[in-house]
């Protein structure tokens, strides 16, 4: 099953490590907003702690239920003794002799074990329930992790959409005030404008320069940081294939929206599989105050076999089946000192659930209330560029006529860059919100 993901994770990056080997850092990865994720995910080194963390609990798991079955285990031991004397024993009216002690210097000694829990006051079968919460548990925090990294993804991914949108902006601005530049010289020229009028048009091209330089390392560190998300070389350029979709879905009621993250996110999963196994502790803790019984048979096979009389030297072998009986009758309270700290950290997993809810509650009235902001100031900012626009329609068309002011040409147009860029921000702000939606809903 591994190697069938591991195989299917190459195969998805194929084609990207293909085109960078053959265009080199310079040929532009085209990448929509899944590809983005589906790299990310394939690529990310910090899913790996989660993931291991997921082995370790099935691992534990698998310890615990193996610790319940029956074990087998095989000792042996070789002994060289010195020399002793031996004796032996005539019994009256008989001519025979009994050795009671006789030498034998080389002694072998082989045992096998067989143990089986019959009773354990409902400690092993508490601990197997504990491990296999702790595993659920483990893999709903696998499934956060993940759900985190993809926001960060694609939020990373709409971030250089913006950084690429609001430097195109840019320029159509400094194209804009050149071709007012050139207006303002033409009058100058015919001596209907003054020099410092030409100075301000030059002032005003200065400060958008300035901004375009500011909005192109953005776009380079907006780029940069995809790339090392994605594990690419951090010249890596991209053509983004995802466009912002212009179009407002409805948000369903707050109360929903709660209602859907409390059952699906993956952390409050955790937190109740993490009560559930802190129950099971607490059971397994008290397991310890009752005696516990197990089932132990053994077969030995020595030379000399000291169960055997009178002793020869040969092999020979015995076997025998007991029950053990085992029941700590004072042991200064351990195990209800380990009772209270199972039920202490039991208490604690169920005030952090609660405040979890809260938390979890909290995020969500604060992504919709962000969302039906981002909303409003959509239909704000497109009006905004409606009117702008027509302001600078009229005010360009007046000054070419001569009746306006140099001044006023120039505040029409930061007035309308301003309206581009509050509308560019307000849709991107909207996707961003929708991506934190999902993710505070459990969504990926």
């Excluded at 950084?163 to 320029?171: D, K, P, S, V, Y």
């Excluded at 009006?383 to 005010?395: D, F, K, P, S």
Aim: charged share 25%.
């Amino acid at each position: 099953m591994k190697r069938n993901r591991t195989i299917a994770s190459l195969l998805l990056l194929l084609p990207f490590s293909l085109l960078i080997a053959q265009g080199g850092p310079s040929s532009p990865v085209e990448l929509t907003v899944d590809d983005c994720v589906r790299m990310g995910l394939s690529y990310s080194k910090g899913l790996d702690s989660s993931r291991w963390e997921v082995e370790h609990s099935r691992f534990q798991l698998k310890e615990v239920q193996a610790s319940a079955l029956p074990s087998l285990s095989l000792s042996g031991t070789y002994t060289r003794l010195s020399k002793t004397p031996s004796f032996g024993v005539t019994i009256p009216g008989s001519d025979s002799t009994f050795v009671l002690n006789p030498s034998i210097a080389d002694n072998y000694s082989s045992q096998l074990t067989l143990k089986a829990p019959l009773f354990t006051g409902g400690k092993l079968s508490s601990l197997t329930t504990a491990a296999r919460s702790g595993l659920e548990a483990a893999k709903e925090l696998y499934n956060r992790d993940r759900k985190e990294l993809v926001l960060t993804l694609r939020s990373s991914y709409w971030n250089l959409y913006r950084a690429r949108e609001l430097e195109g902006l840019i320029l159509e601005n400094v194209e804009l005030i050149k071709v007012h530049l050139e207006q303002v010289n033409r009058f100058y020229d015919q001596g209907l404008a003054k020099t410092n009028e030409v100075l301000k048009v030059k002032v005003q091209l200065s400060s958008v320069e300035l901004k375009r330089v500011e909005a192109t390392n953005g776009v380079r560190l907006a780029s940069k940081t995809l790339a090392s998300l994605l594990g690419l070389p951090l010249e890596t350029t991209f053509a983004l294939k995802t466009d912002v979709q212009r179009e407002i879905a409805g948000v369903r009621p707050v109360e929903t929206l709660v209602e859907e993250a409390l059952r699906n996110r993956p952390e409050i999963k955790a937190a109740s599989h993490s009560i559930k196994a802190g129950e099971a502790q607490v059971k397994a803790a008290k397991g310890d105050l009752y005696p516990s019984l197990a089932l132990l048979g053994n077969y030995t096979y020595a030379r000399p076999n000291s169960r055997i009389m009178p002793v020869e030297e040969k092999f020979n072998d015995t076997w025998d089946v007991s029950l053990a009986l085992s029941f700590d009758l004072w042991n200064w309270g351990i195990a209800r000192h380990k009772a209270g700290q199972a039920r202490a950290r039991l208490i604690q997993s169920r005030d952090q659930s609660i405040a979890l809810k809260d938390s979890v509650t909290l995020e969500v009235h604060q992504i919709y209330n962000d969302t039906v902001q981002a909303v409003e100031k959509i239909k704000v900012a497109q009006e905004g560029v409606t009117l702008a626009h027509e302001n600078y329609r009229i005010t360009n068309e007046r000054f070419k006529a001569g009746l306006t002011l140099n001044s006023e040409l120039l505040d029409a147009e930061v007035a309308l860059l301003q309206a581009k860029v509050d509308n560019t921000q307000s849709w991107v702000d909207y996707e961003l919100n929708k991506e934190k939606l999902k993710k505070a809903l459990g969504q990926e």
